[in-house]
């Protein structure tokens, strides 16, 4: 009975949400394509495999498709436009940064045990020297 008696004013009512599926999709492609170049590229020899060459190339153009598809649609997935915003850019640029240093240190400690260096020593190292030394002495 309330239902019908009581209704919400015109300024009150939600509109529908529309979804971006065409986000969503290139969303999911990208992030899958690329997932899988950085899992399998060093079994399949990184670029010498035709299969990783392949994925790269759909994720990388799926991933620039993406941020173009966002910045134009109406209701975007990925709302990039908020990067305008300088304190709100300079929060994610600390957070990725931030988000990537106990990476670095775990891969300092991980080079002591495979190269009887001291992880502070390592950790001196610049990060993508690091990462270089630990994959081929894990290799070996």
Known sequence: MSIIVLSDPPYM???LMRIDGV???LLAVGLTALQIFLERGEREQWF???FMVVTAVVAGV???ALVVWELYVEDPVINFRLLKNV???AGSCLGAIF???PYNVGT???LDGLTGRLAAANACLPAWLRIARSSSSMAR
């Open 23 to 25: 986000g969503i999709i």
């Open 108 to 110: 300092a400690q991980r």
């Open 62 to 64: 799926t991933l620039v």
């Open 13 to 15: 009512q939600q509109r």
């Open 87 to 89: 304190p709100f850019t």
């Open 99 to 101: 988000g990537v240093t």
């Open 48 to 50: 010498e495999s035709t």
